[in-house]
């Protein structure tokens, strides 16, 4: 399935404009994609959003 065309990718605000470490993430249907700021081309992963959001609440509570 070729989602990569229609996603809107996105950097963390916590990632400062002069930061050049980071990840991009852009919503998909029932899922979050997930990829390389530096290395875009080489493609994203894509996760349920069911799991995303239980990734993102472990990390806001400091559990990762």
């Known amino acids: 399935m070729e989602t990569s065309r ?4 996105r ?7 002069t930061t050049q470490n980071c990840v991009e993430v852009a919503d998909a249907p029932a899922a979050a994609a ?3 700021s530096q ?14 959001k239980a990734f993102l609440t472990d990390v806001k509570h400091d559990r990762l």
């Open 11 to 17: 950097k963390s605000s916590y990632s400062g404009a």
């Open 6 to 9: 229609h996603l809107v990718f």
């Open 39 to 52: 290395n875009p081309e080489r493609g994203h992963l894509l996760f349920p959003g069911v799991e995303w």
């Open 34 to 36: 997930v990829r390389d």
